[in-house]
């Protein structure tokens, strides 16, 4: 156990986490240079495409050390953005250590405090690294008395790297082995592993990923889950090199998977411990801390019959994604579908993009909402977080919306810019203070409900992607809420309903009809299309009508003959629209989503 090191790499977006991993796994050879591609460890195409790690990926690495012997180092690569902080703190679990990567130029930045702080709460061994030390804008020391000052590290033992040129790489892998922790733990006792992902396989079933700490476990064994007592009889298990490489036993102190042809997809829970059913453990480990969702949506398949494939769709990637949670809901413009909760915008849009391309459904998703607590007048209380649900107002007492407590890290200069921004979201700032010459950082307390737009977007854009945003829910705190329905032809359409502030109402209202507007067909009446509070009409929009040209034939002769016809028109046109029923397109859905300033 003492030749394995299991180490996690934890940084802020873009810093290069899945650069240096491509390079430590060059350098330990496990792939031929005909076979490597640039972020080898960023699997999926939605990663390729955006640019950034959205699931954290093992992969064990064989070592030869200095000394002449050989260890195992197994890498965890996490994701960076604060959507994905869920699956930051599985990956930390399962290590003892963990390299602290700090961008030479940008220096220490929001998520980089927050992952900090997670490693310290699994009491890792922390490694500072400085990286992109190649960079013209480079700053190497003034980055190490950051690390001082801001992180309270010892800044002498700080790695300097350039993980895209390969610099230090060989001083890093040697850091990592004299630095780091090894495993501790008896590979003689009951078996005790704890499951810190997995994933559906069509051919095998649900394929676990584990890290033991106790015992041992080979193929034939018979394991036993313990928050269900199912068992299962193991078929496989393997490590992680890139691919899945079955060996004969996992061993204390390892990180595989295993696979033991598990059906039931509802039986595997990311936080269990797996042990054998002859042999128990005495006490299962600690699992993981229940995130909570904050942002909800409805999702429908365009077409009813796709609800039991999306159905199935959400339960396999629930497996691998277990920050999804999701209920079965119904509406009477979309038919059945489910309600889902989401640790973000982010989240939401790549959930979405993977139902889409992984399990190839065509979606139908309500505007995002947060979740709202409501006092009624008879004393009790109601959480809602979907608008279908909101009861009349005539009931409510008091309502209450969540606030979070945003850290904002921005240079100077854009200051004015990011107070401006966070004023117009109802925000208020707590705090700022200088943590260099030219570094701010400012902290604002804000309703959640202003922030799941498009607050993310627009910090990038005022100040031309410098500023980096952490966030942390505090409490909840009384709002004057009211539910915005909109009206096509008269008619409420439930799935357009948005739960919002009454100041925000009427330009949210102007904004939805204006959308809607674009994406409607004209027919040959007119549409009204109007957004309203209860009974109160406070916004509209009019699709007009198509005109067929009754005058063509009609030249030249009596006006009153032009008119007769016009009249006659008139009528049929009125006769129509009080039976008309109106086809809604599903962009005028999508059309809603889109944020107030695009």
Not at 196 to 225: A, E, W
Not at 243 to 264: C, D, F, H, S
Not at 515 to 539: H, L, N, S, V, Y
Request: glycine share 6%; with cysteine.
């Amino acid at each position: 156990m003492n030749r394995i090191r299991n180490f996690s790499i934890i940084a802020h977006i873009d810093h290069g986490k899945s650069t240096l991993s491509d390079r430590l796994i060059q350098a330990c050879r496990i792939v031929s240079d005909r076979e490597f591609q640039d972020q080898i460890l960023d699997t999926m195409d939605i990663e390729r495409e955006r640019g950034i790690t959205i699931k954290s990926q093992t992969v064990c690495l064989p070592y030869d050390a200095r000394d002449g012997a050989r260890y195992v180092l197994n890498l965890i690569d996490t994701p960076g953005h604060v959507d994905f902080t869920y699956e930051v703190s599985r990956a930390l679990a399962a290590c003892e250590g963990a390299l602290l990567l700090i961008d030479a130029s940008q220096g220490v930045e929001a998520q980089t405090l927050a992952n900090l702080y997670l490693a310290l709460e699994h009491d890792l061994e922390i490694l500072p690294v400085i990286n992109k030390i190649d960079l013209p804008s480079a700053d190497p020391e003034r980055v190490r008395r950051q690390i001082a000052s801001d992180l309270g590290l010892d800044p002498a033992g700080a790695l300097l790297v350039s993980a895209k040129g390969g610099t230090g790489i060989e001083e890093l892998l040697e850091a990592i082995v004299q630095r780091l922790p090894a495993p501790s733990g008896d590979p003689e006792a009951p078996l005790r592993a704890l499951i810190f992902d997995s994933h559906y396989d069509p051919y095998r079933g649900t394929v676990v990923y584990l890290r033991l700490f106790d015992g041992s476990v080979k193929s034939g064994d018979t394991i036993q889950l313990l928050s269900n007592r199912a068992t299962y009889k193991v078929e496989e298990v393997g490590m992680f090199q890139l691919r899945q490489v079955p060996v004969e036993r996992l061993a204390a102190g390892q990180v595989g998977y295993l696979t033991a042809g598990i059906k039931t997809i509802r039986d595997v829970r990311i936080g269990d411990t797996v042990t054998h059913r002859d042999r128990p453990c005495a006490t299962p480990l600690p699992g993981f801390k229940e995130f909570k969702p904050v942002v909800f949506s409805s999702i429908y398949p365009v077409a009813a019959d796709d609800y039991e494939e999306l159905a199935a769709a959400l339960e396999k990637l629930r497996l691998n994604d277990a920050a999804l949670v999701y209920e079965k809901d119904t509406s009477a413009a979309l038919g059945f579908g489910f309600r889902c909760g989401f640790l973000g915008l982010l989240h939401l849009e790549v959930v979405q993009e993977r139902l889409e391309r992984e399990y190839g459904l065509s979606l139908i998703l309500t505007a995002p909402s947060v979740r709202y607590r409501i006092r009624l007048r008879d004393g009790s209380e109601i959480t809602i977080d979907n608008p279908a649900l909101y009861p009349d107002p005539a009931s409510i007492e008091a309502t209450f919306e969540p606030f979070i407590r945003a850290t904002i890290l921005v240079p100077e200069r854009y200051m004015g810019a990011v107070m401006k921004l966070c004023l117009d979201r109802r925000g208020v700032s707590v705090n700022y203070q200088y943590l260099t010459s030219d570094r701010l950082e400012m902290v604002f307390e804000l309703p959640l409900a202003e922030v799941i737009y498009d607050f993310y977007d627009r910090l990038k854009s005022i100040t031309q992607g410098y500023g980096s945003f952490d966030y942390e829910l505090i409490d909840y705190r009384e709002t004057d809420l009211v539910k915005l329905d909109i009206l096509i032809n008269g008619e409420r359409v439930d799935a357009l309903s948005q739960l919002v502030h009454r100041d925000r109402a009427v330009a949210r209202a102007r904004a939805a009809c204006e959308r809607i507007k674009e994406e409607m067909p004209r027919q040959m009446f007119k549409i009204p299309i109007q957004g309203a509070i209860g009974g109160t009409i406070i916004a509209r929009e009019t699709v007009s009508a198509l005109r067929k040209d009754v005058l063509a034939k009609c030249y030249g002769g009596d006006v009153t003959r032009k008119r007769k016809l016009l009249e006659k028109q008139k009528k049929g046109k009125k006769r129509m629209k009080m039976v008309g029923k109106v086809m809604i397109p599903q962009s005028a859905f999508l059309a809603v989503l889109r944020s107030d300033e695009e």
